[in-house]
């Protein structure tokens, strides 16, 4: 009997160690986890530019069946029109009627839409339209308030500016110019209203937008006289104010290629400094139209709509390149006459020897 409960003890103890070293042996030590998780994150590694692409070709694809779209919703407008394109801004009102506003929207492109697509650098605030610009309502010593009036407005009459050239305005300085009746804008108002004593200056603002300026009223009278044309609706402004525009002492700079306002020296006496800002409508399409598409007979193969920072391309301006949209491995989307869509290269849109002419 001893020598069966010694036999059956020993039975026991070797199950259990056996089933301690399945235990041991069953799991995975620390090296071998680094090591799995190294490979994962190797394989992960080579399968981000690879997806990478995989994103960036689905955003051709869309791009394009954009395009495609557009050129239908052209063809349709054109055939109501007894086979006039539409040309200038009328081809995004075109591409809404007979398609749909997303259409116009490229997902890798630019696109402002409400808000305003500005660069803002120093005491510069871009806020909502206020219920009331009056003065004594915004006051800062050092902030320059800034908001959008109006996007995309046809203007119904002529307006009078006050600077229209780039350069640099001290005094009274002035390039006056005016803006014609059916020009599709965008409005800003910039408002600089100090606390307690007026004598107070501020400096150092830049105000980059992505469109060219048309123009600005800084004189107190013209700002009177464009605040029911140019104004936002829901604002109320300072309008019959005296000296709320530029008195002499105002040091501002307009950049060379039209795009940046920059405030060296903006002294406020009484009541304070304001200053209306046209610039080209933005926030219109991801596209723009090729300006030398004529309305009846364009040649076929021609460049009609393309990847595009405004809404319209216009190749004789030296500043056009700016605006250009490589969007796509370095290259663009572009719509012919004829309907089909095709991805270019640089090289493909000069005006020399692209397809931009007729």
């Known amino acids: ?36 998780v190294f490979i994962i994150i190797l394989l992960v590694a080579m399968l981000v530019p690879f997806l990478g692409g995989v994103r960036e070709r689905g955003y051709v694809t869309l791009c394009q069946n954009n395009l495609e779209k557009i050129g239908q919703a052209m063809a349709i407008s054109s055939s109501n029109a007894g086979g006039r394109l539409p040309t200038g801004s009328s081809w995004v009102a075109a591409a809404k009627t ?16 409400g808000g305003g697509s500005v660069e803002l650098k120093g005491e510069v605030k871009l806020i909502p339209a206020p219920e009331s610009s009056v003065f004594n309502t915004l006051e800062d010593n050092k902030i320059v308030w800034m908001f959008q009036e109006r996007e995309g407005f046809d203007l119904p009459t002529s307006v009078n500016v006050d600077i229209s050239q780039p350069g640099r305005y001290t005094g009274n300085r002035k390039t006056p110019a005016v803006i014609p009746a059916g020009t599709v804008v965008d409005c800003y108002f910039l408002h600089f209203d100090p606390v307690g004593s007026q004598n107070t200056t501020t400096n150092g603002q830049i105000i980059t937008f992505t469109d060219e300026i048309l ?4 004189a107190t009278n013209t700002l009177n006289l464009t605040d029911a044309i140019l104004g936002s609706p829901a604002t109320v402004y300072s309008t019959g104010q005296g000296a709320r525009g530029f008195e002499g002492v105002e040091d501002v700079e307009i950049s060379s290629d039209g795009r940046s306002f ?33 309305h009846s007979r364009p040649n076929p193969r021609q460049i009609y709509i393309v990847e595009y920072e405004r809404s319209q391309v216009n190749i004789d301006s030296p500043n056009w ?21 095709h991805l270019l290269s640089p090289e493909q849109f000069d005006p020399k020897t692209g397809e931009w002419w007729p």
């Open 1 to 36: 009997m001893p020598i069966l409960s010694e036999m059956r003890q020993g039975r026991r103890l070797g199950l259990a160690s056996r089933f301690r070293g399945r235990t041991r042996g069953g799991g995975f030590t620390l090296a071998e986890i680094l090591v799995v």
């Open 321 to 341: 390149e700016a605006y250009a949209a490589p969007r796509h491995y370095g290259k663009s989307n572009a719509l012919l006459v004829d309907g089909s869509v």
């Open 98 to 113: 007979y398609g749909s506003k997303e259409i116009l929207l490229c997902p890798k492109g630019f696109y402002r839409g």
């Open 215 to 218: 123009g600005y009223v800084v």
């Open 262 to 294: 920059i405030i060296h020296h903006y002294h406020s006496t009484f009541p304070g400094e304001e200053v209306r800002i046209l610039t080209r409508p933005g926030g219109q399409a991801s596209y723009g139209i090729n300006e030398k598409v004529g």
